[in-house]
């Protein structure tokens, strides 16, 4: 995972495999680390303010870092499927007063925290399941269910179902997404593991252009 604070513009990037958060200039020098000793197989990250929140597959835990004084403030953790237990958190983001929305992807649903990591409820529908990634805007959550029959679902923030766009359907035909983000627009930024592409969308699902192509060379 990775992410860039809005303010200093500085990159954070989940180490998986080291088990720590590294931070970058917009440069990309090398400034420092975070979580070692206390994270264990990070895997996404969000930022809101001086706030760095972090799932990790290995312990099935959320963290909560401080910027200011590199270190963990607050953890969640556990196994299983009550208030604050994940089975497989994957990517997470926040929202603009700072809560914390967790894809639990082998629970079927979206967790919402507040900014310190206190549970707030749970987001399930009949149509979610195992959600990969999850994205928020003013007033919209967007959720990526890749398997199956691969679909983005949009819902409102209290996690009333607005509409669902079918990523393997006619017209958008993303096969295999792995990732997405939003853009400014709220057009559809989507990885395609089996296409080797970036394909942008609109937020009725048509297809704006196409980003990259299988192989090794530019481009």
Known sequence: GVAIHEDTHQIFIANKLNDRVEVFSEMGEFLYQQGGGQLFRPYSIAIHGDSVHVSSWGDRTISKLSINEMCCVRRIRGSGSNYGQFR???????????????????????????PDLNHLRNITHKSITKPYDVKVSRDSMYVLCPDDNPCIHILTLEGD???????????????????????????????????HSIRVFSPEGKLLHTIGKEGHQRG
């Open 88 to 114: 497989t958190p994957r990517q997470l983001t926040t929202d603009s007063i700072g809560r914390v929305f967790i894809a639990d992807t082998d629970n079927h649903r979206i967790c919402i925290h507040d």
């Open 161 to 195: 179902m607005l509409h669902s766009l079918i990523t393997s359907g006619e017209g958008m035909n993303v096969s295999d997404p792995i990732f997405f983000c939003l853009d400014y627009l709220n057009n559809f930024v989507i990885s395609d593991g089996s296409a």
